[in-house]
């Protein structure tokens, strides 16, 4: 039996020279920084601003933060692993070929956001804000979202059949969404809750199929 084909395309990542990057320091992670060729490791704060920052060709390593304040950064060709992070707003941004992987991300604010050839993976997230977004091939894999809020977005490619899906808001925004047909049967109450659709069982009680149907009145 031959390979199911697919019409979803998966994300294109550039690859990578990360052993030739440069070691960053904290505090090269501010707002308007305009950052190349740089990996930063091991990093901890309370609280984080890049607003309006330009990370290419970045790898941010085990970065733990509580607050990450981050409307409007420009990711290219960014790689985020092993890192954990409580609160990130990341509102009106640009992110093209970015890898997040093995990461616990409690809130992530992605609101009116441009998301072109990125993956999750490996990845805990509690509630994953994607309002008026606009999304071109992301995909998820083994990632684990509780709450999804995809009100307004515009989506091609959006794969969501790797991850375990607890709560999903805008399902009418859903076209242009690939979920697998488990996904469907799990998603089904809330689809029909959405578009008002009342799903009772098959009424018991006297058989009314013999019953004579009423006539219409005569013409006149």
């Known amino acids: 039996m031959g ?3 697919t019409t979803t395309r998966r994300p294109q990542l550039d690859p990578l020279a990360v052993e030739g990057f440069d070691e960053g320091v904290a505090d090269d992670l501010a707002p308007s920084a305009d950052l190349e060729g740089a990996a930063f490791h ?4 309370d609280s984080l601003s890049l607003a309006g920052a330009r990370l290419r060709e970045a790898l941010l390593d085990r970065v733990n933060v509580a607050v990450l304040r981050a409307p409007r950064v420009t990711l290219r060709d960014v790689r985020i ?14 992110w093209d070929s970015v890898l997040v992987s093995g990461c616990k991300l409690s809130f992530v604010n992605l609101r009116g956001t441009r998301l072109r050839d990125v993956v999750f993976s490996d990845c805990v997230i509690d509630e994953l804000d994607l309002v008026e977004a606009t999304v071109l091939r992301v995909s998820f894999v083994r990632c684990t979202i509780a709450r ?6 515009s989506a091609s490619h959006l794969d969501l059949r790797g991850a375990e899906l607890r709560e ?10 690939t979920i697998s047909p488990l996904q469907l049967s799990l998603l089904a109450p809330i689809i029909a809750d959405s578009l008002g659709i009342v799903v ?21």
């Not at 692993?81 to 640009?94: F, K, M, N, P, V």
């Not at 999903?168 to 969404?177: E, F, H, Q």
């Not at 069982?201 to 219409?216: I, M, N």
């Open 81 to 94: 692993e092993g890192s954990r992070i409580g609160s990130a707003d990341l509102y009106d941004s640009e």
């Open 168 to 177: 999903i808001v805008g399902v009418t925004a859903l076209r242009g969404v």
């Open 200 to 220: 009772e069982d098959e009424p018991t009680g006297p058989d009314w199929s013999g019953v004579e149907k009423p006539r219409r009145p005569p013409g006149p």
């Open 148 to 153: 999804l809020d995809l009100q307004h977005a």
């Open 42 to 45: 091991d990093l901890t704060a």
């Open 3 to 5: 390979r199911s084909r």
